[in-house]
Each structure stands twice: as C-alpha cells, then as structure tokens.
C-alpha cells in the first residue's frame, strides 16, 4: 500500500514525556524523533544525536532481522521490535509483505504459539482469566476506558491452526495482519486471550507456562464466562467488531449462532476460511468454464473450517446459481474421523450443525467399509467423482497417491484444495498433487509453498487460500460501515469482489486467488464491496455527507508514518 500524506489526520497532541514517550511503541519513533521533538518532550540527551528517516530505520531494521537465522528466531525479533515502535515494525512489515507474512503469520506463528511461554518477554492485549471472573469488568474497563476501540479478536486458543490446544496466543498475530493488511489503527484494537485454562499436558506440566495452570472449563460455567464477556462487548463497545479466533469445533459455530444478530461478530475459520474458499472455488470454475451448482464437493476434515467451507459454499450455490438449498447440500460429501458423514454414524459422531450435509446410508450399499462401518475417502472419490477436493483435517498426507489419481481419473481439471495450517500438516503437497495428475490440478493450499510447474514448464503459483486473504477486508468493511451486525450478505458481497480479482479469470496458468503481496489492495476493495452491501441493506450506521465509500475507507485506513507531535499535558498519554 503506497503510503499516503495525511498531514492534518498525522498532527497529535501527546501528553507522554521523556522515558514514558520512549517506552510506548504507539508514539515512540527512536532516532526519528526531530530535534524540536526531542527539546519539547524531554529527549534531547536520550538519543544519540543524528535524525534518522523512517526509511533509514528500515533498513537498519530489515538488516538486523537479517542476522536472525530461524523464521522462528526472526519472529521474535519482530515482536521486540513491535513492542518498541509500532510504525517501525508496521513499515518494514508493509514493506517485505511477501517476505515476512510466513515470518508472523502462518506457519512461523504456530511455533511462536506453541513456544509462547518460552519466548515470553512482555504481556500484550488483554488476559481474561476464569479464575479471575469476578474481576472482568474492571480488567476489561482498565483496557477500554476513554479507548474508541473499533476491534477485538478474542480466542480462547483451543483449536490454534490445526496444532490444537494451546492455552494463549493467537489473537496478537491476527490483529497484526488487521493492521498490515487492511489499516486498522492498532490503537484501535485489542487482543484477548479468554484464558480458560487447557488440556494440553505438556503445557500443565511446564512451570515456565504463563496461562492458567488448570484443566478446561467446559459446560455452563465456560458459556457464563463466555457470555459475560460479550455482554461487556455489547454494552461499552456497541460498533466493536467482535472476531473470533481458533475456538474449538464444539463451541466456534455455536457461539457464532448464539450472538451473531445481536452484534457484529465474525468467526473467522468458519466465516472467513468459507468466504476465501469459495473465491478460490469461483475462481477455479472459472478455468473450467463450469458452475458452482454442478459441482460434487468433498471436504475432509468436519470441523469449524470444514464446516464453515460447506455452508459458504451451499449458499454460494443457493445465491449465485439460484438452486434450493436441499438440492445444493446434495453436492456435499463431508467426511471426518470415522469417515463419510453418513447417517449410521449415529448423534454421538454427528453433531447438530452437521445435519444438512448427512448422507442416507443406502447410497453407500456395496461400498467397502473398514471394520467399523466407515467409508474411506478413497471409497467416497471413487463413488462420487468429485470435481472438488477440500482438506482441512490437520491429517498430513490424507491425499494420497491414490486418492489424488482416482479423483484425476473423474475429471479433467480437478480442483484440490489441502488448507490445514500450518504446512507441516498439508493434506498433499502440492507439487505431488501437479505431478500425479499431470499438471492439470487447479490447487490452493492453506500456509505458502513453492511454485510447482505446468505440462508447458511455466511456474505455476500455488495460491494461498488463507483466510488473512479475506478477513481484515471482511472485518475493515464492517467497522467502516459501522454495522451493528455482519450478514452472510455482506461476506459474500465480499467473496465476490475478491473472486473478481482473481489472477486465473485472465490467465488460466496463474494463481487462483491474488497474491498476498496485493492484499492490502484486495482487501481495501474487499472492505469497500462490505460497506456498499452494509449501506445497501440497511445494517450500517454512517452519516457522511457527500463522501463515497472508498473515499470514507482511504480517510479512515491507518498508515505506518510518523505524525508530528505537539506537547500537550492534556493531550494523549
Ligand atoms: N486455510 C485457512 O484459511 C484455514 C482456516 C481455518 C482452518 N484451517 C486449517 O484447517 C485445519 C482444521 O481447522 P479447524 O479449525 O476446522 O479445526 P477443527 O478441530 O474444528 O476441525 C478438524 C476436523 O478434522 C477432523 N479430523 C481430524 N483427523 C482427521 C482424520 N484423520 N481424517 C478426517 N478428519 C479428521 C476432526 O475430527 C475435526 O472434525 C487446521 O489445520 C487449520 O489450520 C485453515
Ligand atoms: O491462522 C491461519 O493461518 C489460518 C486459520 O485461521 C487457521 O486457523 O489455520
Ligand atoms: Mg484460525
């Protein structure tokens, strides 16, 4: 995103001195502070003498990650710098998108996750822990108070990536790409951890864990805890938009269903992993010169994602193509654990929200089962011929030679998509999945991997259909329209402006999806189509005269540049 000059929106009065302005990464800027800054807010014998440009900053930063070896090692030099000057990191981020988004999103993220309490230095965001319920108000409004806070991605990390439970940390990396990708102003978001506790032994039994050293809270008590927390939401933070992150597959549908028209919240691996698939879907139907309604789908792995990915997609099928919701279910095939989601499965294996996409065990007479009645994914590709193959079971390899060739022999095109996170866990790599059909697979895949190569020995990019593709456009939308409530209607205006800029509509050899170095870009269209959609229906809440929506989306979009301060004792802290 080219910077843009704002002056009059970067002037800030700031009552912060000395030491206090040093150690607050909102207004520190280091060497970048200007003489008569330094004079007017006691910095003068603090700093070395020279003043450096932002740009000069960058490159001592970008060179100094540079002597850090691991991606993991970088990431951590990156969240140091985080906490010591927001435009800073936020610049050099914007500026090497490419290269840094593996560094702090998937998949260097999930081992930044699973060390969190080894690599902790310095407390970030909001912990709201069940031990502490009685407190949540006050340690809420500690936070909040005197804030205009327009964003809150909360997790209760039991379902981070696809490495499970993991006790704290998820919600500061999706913040992050809020801010890097759409320009959400990180003084305006905030990061909560629900600390519930965890099941994870190794972390109970580590002393040097930070969360809260107890098993799961589960049943009513963890609903109360969860809904005393939304009600603070709702009640001081009425345009808040409420994200959530990486809940586990029992509570993230349901908790979407139970406040989701009461105030806008969005759960992103349902709603986001939907929106971004079905683009990568659109995106590659569009090669195939085929419609949404006449393909068979089969998504491996039924959880929060896998879910999420068949109602987006059913109800992509339902709006676009205009069939009956009952004949578009028929196109799915889900399979988890114990196989193809088929009625014999029984309640216990099934859960309720699964119900549309449960298969009549008498299509499945004569089929191979193993000893308990299930049916294999290579049974279900044989049988049904699918045009689209979805992973997103963190069940590495689940997409096996075998599998990949027989779903080939079903189709010219086939549209395979492994999407566990993080790249460890990827149902097939995708150069196997190019090689073992030849070349003609259309693939995304959820973390980055390298290109593969066409039957004509271009490169062919692998897009990565990961929801950070979509969600801070889906979220910067919602907050720009003000809208009390996000509507499937909404996302899937979304949805379709990014399948519109897809590199593949144009050149059947290119990637499915855009680039994640245009995502700022995409997204900032993405956002627009939202807010449009939100005005259009009635759920926004804006007044602005004559702007345009793009014109209210570029004022409001916060930019890694230094503004100029004017010391004010009554100013900003
Ligand atoms: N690309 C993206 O944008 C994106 C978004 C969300 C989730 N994901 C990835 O998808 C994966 C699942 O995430 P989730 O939030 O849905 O988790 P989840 O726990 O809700 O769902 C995983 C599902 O897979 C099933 N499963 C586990 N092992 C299996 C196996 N061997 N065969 C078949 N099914 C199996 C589980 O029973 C569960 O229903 C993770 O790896 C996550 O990183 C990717
Ligand atoms: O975090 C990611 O990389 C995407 C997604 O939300 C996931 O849970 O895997
Ligand atoms: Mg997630």
């Not at 020279?50 to 850090?68: I, M």
């Not at 586990?248 to 992993?273: C, I, M, P, S, W």
């Not at 196997?432 to 070349?439: D, F, I, R, S």
Request: charged fraction near 25%; include cysteine.
């Amino acid at each position: 995103m080219a910077p843009l000059s704002n002056a009059s929106k970067n002037v800030f009065r700031v009552a912060a001195r000395g030491e206090v302005i040093l150690d607050n990464p909102r207004w520190n800027k280091g060497t970048g502070f200007t003489h008569q800054e330094r004079k007017d807010f006691g910095l003068t014998g603090r700093l070395p003498h020279r003043v450096n440009t932002l740009d000069d900053q960058v490159s001592r930063a970008y060179d100094q990650l540079q002597s850090h070896e691991t991606p993991l090692r970088k990431n951590s030099f990156l969240q140091s710098l985080k906490e010591q000057n927001w435009v800073l990191y936020y610049s050099l981020i914007q500026r090497y998108l490419r290269e840094l988004m593996p560094i702090v999103y998937t998949p260097t993220e999930a081992d930044a996750i699973a060390n969190y309490s080894h690599l902790f230095r310095r407390s970030e965001g909001l912990y709201l822990t069940f031990d502490d319920r009685d407190t949540m108000e006050e340690d809420f409004l500690e936070q909040v108070k005197g804030r205009s806070i327009d964003l809150i991605v909360v997790s209760d990390a039991e379902a981070i990536l696809g490495i499970g439970d993991q006790g704290v940390g998820i919600s500061t990396a999706k913040s992050v790409i809020y801010t890097v990708i759409a320009g959400i102003d990180p003084s305006k978001s905030l990061a909560i951890t629900l600390d519930v506790g965890t099941n994870n032994e190794e972390l109970l039994n580590d002393r040097l864990y930070v969360g809260w050293p107890h098993k799961r809270v589960r049943g009513q008590a963890y609903d109360d805890f969860v809904d005393k927390f939304v009600q603070l939401v709702r009640k001081h933070l009425p345009h808040c938009l409420l994200h959530f992150e990486d809940f586990g597959v029992t509570n993230a549908q349901r908790l979407l269903e139970l406040y989701r028209d009461k105030h806008a919240v969005f759960n992103d691996d349902v709603q986001g992993t939907g929106a971004v698939t079905l683009a990568a879907v659109m995106s590659a139907i569009g090669v195939t010169k085929s419609k949404l309604a006449e393909q068979r789908f089969i998504i491996y792995g039924a959880g929060s994602a896998g879910l999420g990915i068949a109602h987006q997609l059913r109800d992509g099928i339902v709006e676009l193509d205009g069939v009956p919701a009952a004949q578009a279910n028929s196109q799915f095939y889900l399979i988890d654990k114990f196989g193809l989601i088929k009625n014999s499965l029984g309640d216990d294996k099934i859960r309720p929200s699964l119900r549309d996409f449960v298969r009549a065990d008498a299509e499945w007479e004569g089929v191979p089962t193993d000893g308990n009645g299930g049916v294999s994914l290579l049974e279900v590709v044989k049988k049904v011929r699918p045009t689209v193959l979805i992973g997103t079971s963190t069940h590495p390899g689940a997409f096996t030679e075998d599998v990949i060739k027989e779903m080939a022999k079903g189709c010219d095109r086939p549209i395979i998509l492994p999407l566990s996170n993080p790249s460890r866990l990827v149902e097939v790599d995708p150069a196997l999945a190019n090689e073992w059909t030849a070349g003609k697979a259309l693939l995304a895949t959820g973390s980055p991997f390298p290109p593969a190569k066409t039957p004509g020995g271009k490169d062919y990019i692998i897009a990565e259909c990961n929801n950070a593709l979509i969600y801070p456009g889906l979220g910067f939308g919602a907050i720009l329209a003000r809208s009390r409530i996000l509507t499937d209607t909404m996302i899937l205006a979304g949805t379709q402006r990014l399948a519109s800029l897809s590199p593949a509509l144009k050149d059947p050899d290119a990637a499915l999806l855009p680039d994640f170095g245009d995502a700022p870009e995409v997204n900032f269209e993405v956002a627009v189509a939202v807010a449009e959609q939100a005005i259009k229906e009635g759920s926004a809440d804006v007044d602005w005269d004559d702007k345009t929506v793009r014109e209210k989306a570029r004022e409001m979009q916060w930019l890694p540049i230094y503004g100029e301060y004017v010391y004010d004792k009554d100013g900003e802290a």
